[in-house]
């Protein structure tokens, strides 16, 4: 984890989730999903946690699955759809944990300058 790296993620995550989230408001579960994506790497390791939150069959609030589209986003710089995952893979994966683990910071920093969308929470 480096400080440095993390506040130079910032204006890159800010600028795709301001893409995505054209209201400035987003789904709550995103927050909850971004805090324990860390900790699941730091516990299960970077590809179980990669295969786990690209799970698209998984019945979830919201799709987890937009974390590592949006992780990639930052990483690569373009909006190409490639699976976190598969870019790990053919990857450095010791270098690429660092990276994705401060990019991950930048993204629990960024979401909560949004506000928070609860939905059905509260109903």
Known sequence: MSKRNIEAYIPKVLEVLDRTFTEGVVPSA???????????????????????FENTNASTKENKEYLSYLIVQVLRGDT?????????????????????????????????TFKLDKGKENE
């Open 30 to 52: 995103y927050n909850g999903y971004i805090s324990s994506f860390g900790a699941s790497i730091m516990q299960s390791g970077l590809l179980p946690t990669l295969a786990l």
């Open 80 to 112: 190409a759809d490639v699976s976190l995952l598969r870019y790990v893979l053919d990857g450095n994966q010791k270098l690429l944990k660092k990276e994705i683990l401060d990019i991950s910071i930048a993204i629990k920093l960024s979401i909560r």
